[in-house]
């Protein structure tokens, strides 16, 4: 099958925790929190229509932990996100995600607001690593990352995230009518 762009509507970038660490304890089963920043690398705003309609995918590689990532709409209007501003709640434990913007960036803090959010399960007193892979889509474009989480058990829970990454949105792919040499050729006779 042969594949051909989609035009696009929301180009974004998005700066994420490329590994979390999580300490747990035995009664512990999960933690939801404010991940993520969303940057809008297009030309034109992000208005809310497309912003909180953007979906998300996540998968695990172990089938005992799974993931939920959303926008959250916090209520008081946050959007539009202009050309080159990044979106997104900071605090002490995420502050990291900082890193990551580019000279020339604004960034839009929505704390205490949370936003950007991920929510994952785990049962009681899990203990090792795990890689989620997940997409998020917003208008016309995906972007595909990872994070790695490390789960330790301990007495109480904390949340640290040591690094970030970034990576910019493509055009979601769409699939072109396939075609025989023969019928393209009868178009230029």
């Known amino acids: 099958m042969a594949l051909a762009s989609a035009a696009s509507a929301a180009t974004f970038d998005l700066i994420w925790p490329d590994r979390i ?27 809310a229509a ?20 959303f926008i959250n709409n916090p209520g008081p209007a946050i959007t539009p996100i202009l050309p080159n501003e990044a979106i997104g709640s900071v605090a002490g434990f995420n502050s990291v995600l900082t890193s990551k913007l580019l000279a020339g960036e604004s960034f839009h803090n929505t704390t205490p607001m949370a936003v950007n959010w991920i929510h994952v399960d785990y049962p009681p007193g899990f203990s090792g690593s795990v890689v989620l892979d997940l997409t998020m889509t917003m208008g016309g474009n995906v972007a595909y990352y990872q994070i790695l989480a490390n789960f330790t058990l ?17 055009p979601i792919p769409t699939a072109a009518k396939s075609a025989t040499w023969g019928a393209i050729k009868r178009l230029y006779r």
């Open 21 to 47: 660490d999580v300490t747990t304890y035995p009664g512990n089963v999960g933690f939801a929190t404010d991940y993520a920043l969303v940057v809008n690398k297009g030309l034109t705003n992000i208005e």
């Open 50 to 69: 497309e912003f909180f309609g953007t979906s998300f995918t996540a998968t695990s590689s172990n089938s005992a932990v799974t993931a939920y990532a």
């Open 154 to 170: 301990g007495s109480e829970f904390a949340i640290s995230i040591p690094s970030a990454a970034r990576v910019s949105s493509r």
